[in-house]
């Protein structure tokens, strides 16, 4: 077999192929053989009758389809191989040619990754919020736990914000009953806004069996993007008695003894947050001043896969419903082309970052142990609150896994840009990096690393195997 590669543009190539038949020959053979299966021929069993007599019967065109299903796709990965090709996607295939006998030729358009000039590391200046961590900060922590070991107590007066309350609703739009929006003894939080909008600001100054009506814009359901008649009727009020903070709190909600080693326990866990914020800002910064600086050609097709997919998410959110989707866009001011627009532009900034990532990756040779993997997807695991086990058997169903290789590997590339680049605070104060960052100390576990995806794949595969065995 042989092939030529064609560069139609920076991210697309024409690859045209060339297979003696000496090589497709076999395919042939599977192919009669397949369709002698399919066919009965009086006089010879099921799948015994000779190659011409099934080719009269099912016809020629038909054995040549069955070929190319056999045939064509190895013969095209072999070609994206040979060609050294960064494919992307999938490709448009022509068959110029296929007869019994003959050379076998067609030509493959793909996307593909373009190249990319990455600048100097060294050069990249960001600046990112300073890392302080304030009494305010743990004053806020100490009182998140006074409210989670608060008691609830019954008060006749009226509602404020901080109180709980169980509430009655129900809802017209245009007089007709909204069917969705009533319920009874529903428990609510006034100022948490986690109900309807209006809500809050309508309960407080109500009392125990006392009602009020508003106006609200209902964001689910028959009536979305429409604007409702809400009556809200208060059914009990109740508020939250919180404990002393004394010694005997700090037993009681910690393993410590007194409230000042809880408060110096929560300032060491709100500074390590912080410090998990700020590597976050300075990963966003470095990798906005990398697409600032670099020019990265878009791939169409991928481009329109990608913008695809962001649809298709809003649309499984709305159950695949048009008209609800035109409801909820009219609701916030956005129209149809609007919203088509700004999927198109997540999907060119999605695809860049990929590509721009990759490159880095690329150019410095990072590697994904079996270590390294497994800890990321266990992080996936518990960020959808699945058992590692399950959640490795969805990925693979899915034929995920090798996506996740390519995010450990995008954020370990990244991770070492960010190593190079000056970081300073708000302050002009220069951050450690190194201490965010670097993985040296990462451990003795993740010294050997996978030569090929192929590898890591079949690691994983194995710790699936493991995992569902126990």
């Known amino acids: 077999m042989k092939s030529t590669v064609e560069q139609l543009s920076p991210t697309r190539v024409r690859l045209s192929v060339e297979v003696p038949f000496d090589e497709l020959a076999p395919d042939f053979d599977r192919a009669y053989e397949t369709l002698a299966q399919q066919v009965n021929i009086p006089g010879f069993r099921k799948g015994k009758a000779p190659a011409k007599l099934i080719e009269a019967r099912v016809g020629r065109d038909a054995v040549l389809s069955q070929v190319i299903n056999d045939a064509l796709p190895g013969k095209y990965s072999q070609a994206v191989l040979d060609a050294d090709v960064k494919a992307l996607g999938q490709p448009e295939i022509d068959i110029d040619k296929l007869e019994y006998g003959e050379t076998f030729s067609f030509t493959a358009e793909v996307d593909v990754r373009p190249e990319i000039t990455l600048p100097e590391y060294s050069g990249i200046e960001v600046e990112v919020p300073s890392l302080e961590v304030t009494d305010a900060d743990i004053d806020e922590q100490i009182e998140g736990l006074r409210a989670r070991f608060g008691t609830l107590k019954g008060v006749d007066r009226a509602v404020e914000t901080g109180d709980f309350i169980t509430i009655d609703l129900s809802a017209t739009v245009d007089g007709k009953d909204v069917e969705d929006a009533k319920t009874t003894g529903l428990s609510h939080e006034v100022g948490s806004g986690n109900l309807i909008d209006g809500l809050d600001e309508a309960v407080v100054g109500l009392k125990s069996g006392e009602s009020k009506e508003f106006k609200t814009t209902l964001v689910a359901g028959e009536f979305a993007g429409q604007e409702a008649d809400v009556t809200v009727t208060i059914d009990s009020v109740k508020e939250r008695e919180l404990p002393e903070l004394d010694d005997e709190f700090a037993q009681l909600a910690s393993e410590f003894d007194t409230v000042e080693e809880l408060r110096a326990d929560l300032r060491e866990r709100v500074e390590q947050n912080k410090k998990l914020g700020q590597a976050a800002d300075i990963r966003d910064a470095v990798l906005d001043k990398l697409l600032e600086a670099v020019d990265v050609p878009l791939p169409e097709a991928v481009v329109k896969e990608q913008t695809d997919a962001n649809v298709h998410d809003v649309l499984h959110q709305v159950g695949h419903n048009e008209e609800l989707l035109e409801t909820a866009l009219k609701a916030q001011g956005t129209t149809r082309e609007e919203f088509e627009t700004q999927a198109r532009e997540s999907a060119e900034k999605q ?120």
């Open 351 to 470: 695809v860049k970052v990929q590509l721009l990532l990759d490159a880095i990756a690329d150019a410095q040779d990072v590697q994904v142990d079996q270590q390294e993997l497994q800890e990321h997807i266990l992080f996936q695991s518990q960020r959808y609150g699945m058992q590692p086990a399950e959640f490795i058997q969805q990925i693979q169903q899915a034929g995920q896994l090798p996506a996740l290789f390519q995010e450990v590997r995008r954020g370990k590339g990244l991770a070492d840009v960010v190593l190079e680049v000056t970081v300073k605070d708000a302050d002009g104060n220069p951050v450690d990096t190194k201490a965010l960052f670097d993985r040296e100390d990462a451990g003795e576990e993740l010294a050997e690393e996978a030569a090929a995806e192929e590898d890591v794949v079949a690691e994983a595969e194995e710790i699936t195997s493991e995992a569902d065995e126990k």
